[in-house]
């Protein structure tokens, strides 16, 4: 009989430096991971970090309507995005064995474009401890050493300092600024996004030894050609 890791070759990536993991988001998660939401996400007094306040969809487990329902079906469409033009891994992050945020990265036409998006969040409770800086040259640094990008892209919204900071502290550059829409409360309204972008030349790398494992399975699954990297 295979394995879970055989069967779906993501859930055998591990990323790993110092105290912080990264992988695939598991069912076994959810739990952790519906906690750490309830929790709280965004600093109050802080604008909403994200296009839409799904970390502020009212408490309803058991109901169609609220969260965490509201929430499962995204993290359930992600982890079935594994086609080699359009996939997705949504990475739990655990900081010492503890769920404390996720990593996303993704991409469509990969083969073609050899450029990543990212996105990412911790919970209040783990924030300015410098996790989010290695979370995200984690996943910088799978999708420029394992995957063969050339480079990734990210944006964070007007008045999201700490993000902003991650990211020039990764070694991101300005690529544009952009008019995105934004859903709070159910209404929308445009708001500014900065844009940005790193490649191998601006990267900057963990201080501590990155271990990754099953990378060789994954490039496999999303038929990613080692001759490309
Ligand atoms: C954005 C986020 C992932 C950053 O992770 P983090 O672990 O809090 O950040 P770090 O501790 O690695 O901090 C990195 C840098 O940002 C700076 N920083 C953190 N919060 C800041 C703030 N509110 N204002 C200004 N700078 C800030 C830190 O000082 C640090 O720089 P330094 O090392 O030079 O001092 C996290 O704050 C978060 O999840 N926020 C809510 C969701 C969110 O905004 N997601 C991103 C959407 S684009």
């Known amino acids: ?3 879970l890791e055989e069967i779906f070759p993501p859930y055998a990536l591990r990323v790993s430096c110092g105290p912080v993991e990264l992988r695939v988001l598991r069912d076994d998660d959810l739990p952790e991971l519906v906690e750490l939401v309830r929790s709280g996400v965004q600093a109050p007094g802080s604008p909403v970090p994200f296009l839409r306040d799904w970390h502020e969809e009212p408490w309803a487990p058991g109901a169609p309507d609220g969260f965490p329902a509201t929430s499962l079906g995204w993290w359930w469409q992600q982890r079935s995005m594994f086609a080699p033009d359009q996939w997705w891994l949504a990475l739990a992050v655990r900081r010492d064995g503890v769920l404390v945020g996720m990593q996303d990265l993704h991409a469509e036409h990969f083969a073609q474009v050899r450029t990543v998006e990212t996105g990412s969040w911790l919970g209040l409770a783990h924030q300015g401890r410098g996790t989010g800086t290695v979370m995200r040259q984690l ?3 799978l999708a420029l050493d394992e995957l063969g ?5 990210s ?8 993000s902003a900071a991650v990211s020039h502290k990764v070694g991101y550059v300005d690529n544009g600024r952009a008019r995105v829409v934004q859903r709070v409360r ?3 309204v445009g708001v500014a996004e900065q844009r940005v972008v790193v490649t191998p030349a601006t990267y900057v790398r963990p201080s501590e030894p990155v271990v990754v494992e099953g990378a060789d399975a994954l490039r496999r699954f999303l038929s990613i050609g080692i001759e490309a990297r």
């Open 1 to 3: 009989m295979l394995t």
């Open 186 to 188: 159910g209404h929308a």
């Open 155 to 162: 944006g964070y919204l007007e008045g999201n300092r700490a």
């Open 139 to 141: 996943a910088v640094g």
């Open 149 to 153: 990008a050339v480079a990734c892209e």
